[in-house]
């Protein structure tokens, strides 16, 4: 029993740890200051309804279900793919490290939909 537990707290904090994607996101919306707490809590009421249709049984849902279970591990791959890929052409241009005069401020709405597609499209969070 107390190998079962131990070895879930270790999981546990494994997965807490790490800076996912949802994290990373955040933390660069409040460095661009750009609608940073609207994201926050949509993260936070995201996380909260994910995590009580984990406790109520979701995992069961998804693993009776091969075509759900294939969408979900396929979709979650190339949703990592294409922002691993956004995210090393950004570091890799020359002004990665300087902040643009001219940088546009992105819609409310855009950021928030942004925030959902990080946050439900990505597959550390159905792992979780």
């Not at 996912?20 to 955040?26: L, R």
Request: glycine content about 6%; some cysteine.
């Amino acid at each position: 029993m107390w190998q079962s537990y131990v070895n879930g707290l270790l999981v546990a904090f494994g997965l807490i740890m790490a800076i996912g994607t949802q994290n990373a996101f955040v933390l660069a919306q409040s460095l661009r200051r750009e609608h940073h707490l609207p994201v926050a809590a949509l993260c936070v009421v995201c996380d909260a309804i994910l995590v009580a249709a984990g406790v109520f049984g979701l995992a069961t849902i998804l693993a009776q279900n091969p075509t759900l279970l294939a969408i979900a591990r396929w979709g979650g791959a190339t949703f990592l793919i294409w922002y691993g890929s956004q995210a090393l052409r950004r570091a890799c241009s020359k002004q990665s490290l300087e902040q643009s005069e001219n940088q546009t401020v992105r819609s409310l709405r855009a950021v928030m939909l942004s925030a959902l597609a990080v946050t439900l499209l990505n597959p550390h969070v159905y792992l979780d």
